[in-house]
C-alpha cells in the first residue's frame, strides 16, 4: 500500500519508512508535501531522519516523541509522533569525508559486506547530541568496542548498523505509544538502494522491509498533490494503488542474537550520553 514519502500502516500493522538518504541533508518538505496520505503512517526524511507516526488524533507521547500536525487534506486534520535523529544516514557522509575510508558513499554497502559482523564494535553517531527518543543535547560521538583485530570493514559497518539502530529506536518508541506492532515496513531514499542496509533493518526491527519501483518520494509527493487538486486523481485511496514493490526483505535474524545485538547497541547509547560536562 502506499503513502509515498510517507508510511502507511496497512490495517494497523504495516509501517514505511522513506527518505533515507545518505547525504546530509536538510528535510526538503514537510509530510504533505511527502505524501503522507493516511493515518498511522511513519515517515523519514534527510540526513538527519525524520520520522512521522500519523494517527486520527493528537497524542502526547511518553516515550520521547513530539506531537505535531501532520497533514490537513479535504478539511481534515491529521496529528502525529514525531521523532528525529540528528546524523542518520549522514554518518556514512562522516565515513567518507572525514574519516576518507570510503570514496563514494555507496561503497560502504560493499565493505560492511566484507565482514560477517561488526566484531562487537558499535558507533553511535552522537556529533551533535542524541535526538528522539534520548533528547540528550550533552551526548557525544561513541566508537566502542574496538581490539587489535577491528579493521576499516568492522567500523563501516558499524556506521551501516547504527542507521537502522537508531531508525528502530524510533520505531519502538512509537510502538509503545501507539500500541501498535509493525509487521513491514516500506523504504525509499537514497539508502534504500543500500541492500545490506535494508536486510540489516529488516532483521533488527523483525518486519519485512519493502522497496518501491519509485524511490524519489519528495517529487513524487509534490506531484501527488498537485494532481490532487487538478483533478488528476480524485482519492487518498486511489494514490495508494499506485505503489509498486520492487524488492522485499524478509527478517531472516534468530531473536537470541537480535536482542544480543539491540543489547550492545543500548549499552553504547548509554556510553555516549551525558558526555559533556554542563
Not at 490495517?11 to 547525504?23: D, P
Not at 557522509?93 to 559486506?113: F, H, K, N, P, T
Not at 576499516?152 to 501507539?178: G, P, W
Request: proline share 2%; charged share 25%.
Amino acid at each position: 500500500r502506499h503513502c509515498k514519502g510517507g508510511a502507511v500502516v496497512q490495517r494497523v500493522t504495516e509501517a514505511r519508512i522513506c527518505k533515507m538518504l545518505w547525504e546530509d541533508e536538510e528535510p526538503q518538505g514537510y509530510p504533505s508535501q511527502e505524501t503522507c496520505i493516511d493515518e498511522t503512517q511513519v515517515h523519514s526524511i534527510g540526513g538527519m531522519q525524520w520520522i512521522l507516526f500519523v494517527v486520527k488524533l493528537s497524542q502526547n507521547s511518553k516515550n520521547g516523541l513530539l506531537s505535531t500536525i501532520a497533514i490537513g487534506l479535504d478539511g481534515r486534520i491529521s496529528y502525529a509522533l514525531e521523532g528525529s535523529v540528528f546524523v542518520g544516514g549522514a554518518v556514512i557522509q562522516w565515513v567518507r569525508d572525514g574519516l576518507r575510508m570510503i570514496q563514494e558513499s555507496r561503497d560502504a554497502e560493499y565493505y560492511a559486506g566484507k565482514v560477517k559482523d561488526t566484531g562487537g564494535v558499535y558507533l553511535v553517531p552522537a556529533f551533535t547530541g542524541l535526538g528522539a527518543p534520548h533528547w540528550d543535547m550533552y551526548a557525544r560521538g561513541c566508537l566502542i568496542g574496538l581490539t587489535r583485530g577491528t579493521t576499516r570493514e568492522h567500523i563501516i559497518r558499524a556506521a551501516q548498523e547504527s542507521i537502522a539502530y537508531q531508525v528502530n529506536d524510533l520505531l519502538t518508541a512509537m510502538k509503545r505509544d501507539t500500541g501498535t506492532a509493525l509487521s513491514s515496513l516500506s523504504v525509499d531514499g537514497g539508502a534504500s538502494r543500500d541492500s545490506f542496509l535494508m536486510q540489516f533493518q529488516s532483521d533488527i526491527s523483525d518486519c519485512t522491509i519493502r522497496r518501491p519501483v519509485i524511490r524519489e518520494t519528495t517529487a513524487l509527493g509534490a506531484c501527488y498533490l498537485a494532481g490532487l487538486a487538478t483533478g488528476v486523481w480524485h482519492s487518498r485511496e486511489e494514490l495508494k494503488q499506485l505503489w509498486r514493490c520492487d524488492t522485499l526483505y524478509a527478517p531472516s535474524m534468530d531473536e537470541n542474537k537480535r536482542r544480543k545485538l539491540l543489547s550492545g547497541w543500548d549499552k553504547a547509547v548509554g556510553r555516549s550520553l551525558d558526555w559533556v560536562e554542563h
